[in-house]
């Protein structure tokens, strides 16, 4: 059995997570509000109670907006000595350039899309982090900082992982990356990257 580490892992449940199937992967829940009941509480900024090398995949949704830019490569630091040495991220994270094209056209305030409750998230909530949650004192939910592809994916090589795979999902508003702590030809890349991607 694998284990990866949910890192930001909130109320989520691990049949909602693609690619993370149960009969091989085991799951290691991380979060900085103990309301969620997770395994490890903590931050990303601070994850010195996971050993290193000790997971084989990491996985982060919507979680490194939530630290300021000079922060981020304290994350990825993190994240990379945490991973055995075959070890992947996979994190998705909102995409600025498709934000902005509706801010662009002054639809700051207007709805993108819905979540699965049914609630409408607008521009705003995506570059400053979701206005129901912080009006209600949940001020974990404030974003510090936003990426392009190419700004990711360069703090990622910049922190030491070796290949990294992924691109922008428009329809989602989202940037999605697999990022590898080794060296990999092409094709085993896309292999490994293609089940946790958004279809």
């Known amino acids: 059995m694998k284990t990866f580490l949910h890192v930001g892992c909130g109320p989520q449940d691990i049949s909602q ?58 994350v990825l630091k993190e994240f990379f000595r945490v991973l055995k040495e075959d070890g992947i991220v996979v994190l998705c994270c909102p995409d600025l350039q498709t934000v902005c094209e509706a801010v662009v056209n002054d639809k700051l305030l207007e709805p993108l899309y819905k979540t699965s409750n049914g609630i409408p998230i607008s521009p705003i909530d995506i570059l400053y982090g979701w206005r129901l949650p912080i009006a209600q004192g949940n001020e974990y939910m404030a974003h510090k900082g936003g990426f392009t592809y190419s700004v990711l994916d360069n703090a990622f090589s910049e922190a030491g992982f070796k290949a990294r795979y992924g691109g922008r999902n428009p329809g989602n508003f989202e940037l999605f990356i697999v990022a590898f702590k080794q060296e990999l030809p092409e094709d085993k890349i896309r292999e490994i990257a293609n089940p946790f991607f958004p279809h």
């Open 17 to 74: 997570i693609q690619g993370f199937n149960k009969e091989i992967w085991s799951e290691i829940r991380f979060d900085i509000d103990k309301n969620v009941n997770p395994d490890i509480e903590g931050t990303i900024l601070d994850m010195s109670q996971v050993q290193d090398s000790s997971v084989d995949a990491i996985y982060s949704s919507h979680n490194i907006e939530h630290v300021f830019p000079h922060e981020v490569p304290i």
